[in-house]
């Protein structure tokens, strides 16, 4: 376990592995012991890195006012205490929402995002400021990316992991 102090609150997270860097956020009520199994499949090939985010498992408190934004700041930290990014960052349910936010402030840490059953806001549920930021900046993210599918051997590597180790046909 490694622990990173951000704001005066200890981040603990677990690295495992060698390669990218894929980092993995989990959901609300849970720790990063979620991701284990994920961790040892892709370890392999990736220095892969499961954090215990503010106020659960490892990690110190929440203090009074702690935020969205400072989840993002205290994940931007753990991606730079281990210092091999970009990474490749996955969240789970709030985790998505964490690794959304990380990527509005800090898109220099991150190649890629996965988000799984993420809330980013429903119809009136943000200002229209608000959406108009985050589709704009879903339109700068995916500018001159291909639409066109690909088989998986042309995948980047940590898809045809992820493949390997999470999917069965």
Known sequence: MAVVRVGGVDVAYTRRGRGPLVVLAHGAGVDGRMWWPQVEALADEFTVVAWDEPGSGRSGALPAGFGL????RALAAVIEDVGVGPAQVGGLSWGGTVVLELYRWRPDLVRSLLMV???AGWKGSLPPEEVAARVEGARRMLAGR???RRC????PPVRRSVLRCCWRP
Do not use: I, N, R
């Open 117 to 119: 059953d993420t809330y």
């Open 152 to 155: 998986p051997a042309s995948m």
């Open 69 to 72: 934004a400072d989840f993002a």
């Open 146 to 148: 291909s639409s066109t």
